[in-house]
């Protein structure tokens, strides 16, 4: 038998529930498949400074159901800037690394993508709670923050019936509303407020104030790249002349034991990124559309926007009538 292959991986950005499920998966699949593991930590800043373990079966025993990320995270400045990436290379070159999983988002693969062109071969997994990367219906993480929001969200509809209240409650996610959306829909909110399209707080007002007679609670979900629930908050209660409750989820969003659907996702695209280094496919990024996993270039979903399902965002705000 000849020398074994050696493979890398990191986790990059902000941490998702269901990236240590991915970490095992690849691990493990890998050294089936007779090849080498180097786990490098703190992303892209491991790369730099050559901080890394090498994995083996123990190494990711008992992490499946752990949120996080056992190598840990960072963002690397040092990393956008060509002597920063020259080092991480010749750190790779220097233990023989010929192939490297990213698990991480969309800043993530733009530094993976920048390690192609000058020659390494490398693949990524999408792995944020945001779901914003193009060429993949959900990332690693996701369906886990709703499933912890949802659960917020219940204890919050339990005080706010209790009280008649009216409550803004602020969700993560950048730029984009996924999380909002899939969190009004699942929780029954009444309004959702996103980037994506525009809203109106007088008319907001206006109809809460109009609907409050016989109703309990009214629940205003808002991502963060839409406007502060603080903000919506004095509007709403400037304008409807009711009290008005924040609740600002913060970063209690990406922790928790990552769900069914991250695991199983976990061990799908973990097999399928150590299944395309052995194939000799670099520059891709794995993903799930209409439940079959697929792979995109890195050029293309990076220059694509990821749309906001405007059918659901609409239907939400039908079935909250």
Not at 28 to 33: F, G, M
Not at 86 to 106: C, P, Y
Not at 224 to 230: I, Q, T
Not at 271 to 292: F, H, Q, R, T, W
Request: charged share 25%; proline share 1%; with cysteine.
């Amino acid at each position: 038998m000849g020398e074994k292959r050696n493979i890398a991986l990191l986790t990059s950005g902000g941490d998702a529930s269901g990236m240590n499920a991915v970490i095992r998966t690849v691990t493990r699949y890998a050294i089936y498949n007779n090849l080498k593991v180097y786990g490098f930590y703190e992303g892209f800043k491991g790369l730099i400074n050559n901080d890394f373990i090498v994995l083996d079966l123990n190494s990711v025993g008992g992490i499946i159901d752990r949120g996080g990320t056992f190598l840990y995270s960072a963002r690397s400045e040092k990393f956008k800037c060509r002597e920063g990436q020259k080092q991480a290379i010749d750190n790779l070159k220097k233990n023989k690394i010929e192939g490297l999983v990213v698990i991480g988002g969309d800043g993530s693969f733009r530094g993976a993508h920048e390690l192609h062109k000058q020659g390494i071969q490398v693949v990524g997994i999408p792995a944020t709670i945001d779901n914003d990367v193009a060429g993949t219906d959900y990332s690693i993480g996701f369906d886990t923050a709703l499933n912890v929001i949802i659960d917020i969200m219940s204890k919050i509809r339990d005080t706010a019936s209790s009280h008649e209240r009216i409550f803004v409650v602020e969700v993560m996610g950048r730029n984009s509303g996924m999380i909002a959306v899939n969190t009004g829909i699942a929780c029954g909110a009444d309004y959702i407020l996103i980037p994506e399209i525009e809203f109106d707080l007088a008319k907001i007002a206006s109809q809460i104030k109009n609907h409050r007679e016989g109703k309990r609670h009214t629940l205003v979900v808002v991502a963060e790249g839409a406007a502060s629930a603080s903000d919506v908050a004095s509007s709403i209660k400037l304008l409807a002349g009711h009290e008005v409750r924040i609740s600002v989820l913060g970063y209690i969003q990406r922790g928790g034991s990552p769900s069914a659907l991250d695991r199983i996702l976990a061990a799908e695209f973990g097999k399928k990124a150590v299944d395309l280094l052995l194939e000799g496919e670099s520059d891709c990024m794995i993903g799930i559309k209409s439940m079959k996993i697929e792979t995109s270039k890195f050029e293309d979903i990076l220059e694509a926007k990821k749309n906001i399902d405007e059918d659901l965002y609409r239907l939400a705000h039908i079935l909250a009538l």
